[in-house]
């Protein structure tokens, strides 16, 4: 899954977004209201953390400019005032939740598996595609059982699979959904994690469970 974090504190934005990393997520940084909007609305993002006070533009204003273009990007806003107004003025322009700084990193980390559940077909935290079973809040995966031990990139292509069950899925959307903005695309990577995810799945041979769509690239099949 791809965050977009947009904070002006940089110091703060930078250990939040290697926790963030830690637990699979790829995280783009933006610290001024303009870069956000701008990012917000021209990349493929699966979530928003969005600061309300920022330079340039604030918060309120992205989320609202936002909301105005159609993006319906999951936002979760955050600031430092805990004022009911000012969480009325967020949710009211168009946030989907609220979180008060300080907060538990493992707060924010709930509050966002909430939200890209929310976006889902399911609220239920345990994804299923025939007989593999991913946990989206421990990050374990079991296929007929079996345990199966994924890195955090493996795990998190495998997840985008899951949540797009018999949906083809290009390579280049597989990079977009899984990998930064600063990733630099090299034209086999998806092919040698796919390949890494059939051999730890045992679905190396047909009929396979991740199944190759010539010239085009990959789709997790649903019986």
């Known amino acids: 899954m791809r965050i977009l974090l947009v904070d002006d504190e940089v110091k703060f934005s930078i250990v939040l977004r290697s926790g963030l990393e830690e637990h699979g997520y790829a995280v783009d940084l933006a610290h001024d209201g303009e870069q956000g909007y701008h990012l917000a609305s021209v990349e493929p993002y699966d979530l928003v953390i969005l600061d309300v006070l920022l330079p340039l533009v604030d918060g309120l204003q992205v989320c609202r400019r936002l909301r105005e273009d159609r993006c319906n990007v999951p936002i979760l806003m955050l600031t430092a005032c805990d004022a009911v107004d000012d969480r009325v003025a967020g949710l009211d322009c168009g946030a989907d939740d609220y979180l008060t700084k300080p907060f538990a990193f493992r707060e924010l980390l ?53 949540r797009n069950p018999n949906r083809v899925l290009t390579r280049a959307q597989i990079a977009e959904h899984v990998w930064d903005y600063d990733f630099v695309a090299m034209s086999n990577v998806v092919d040698v994690y796919v390949g890494y995810l059939r051999r730890k799945l045992g679905d190396d041979r047909e009929p396979r469970l991740l199944r190759t769509v010539r010239g085009t690239g990959y789709q997790l099949r649903q019986p």
């Not at 077909?121 to 421990?138: C, I, M, Q």
């Open 110 to 162: 709930a509050r966002s598996r909430a939200l890209l559940r929310r976006e889902g077909s399911s609220r239920d935290p345990v994804l299923r595609v025939a007989d593999l079973e991913l946990d989206t809040v421990s990050h374990g995966v079991r296929r007929g059982g079996r345990r199966v031990d994924l890195t955090s990139k493996e795990y998190a292509i495998l997840e985008y699979f899951a």
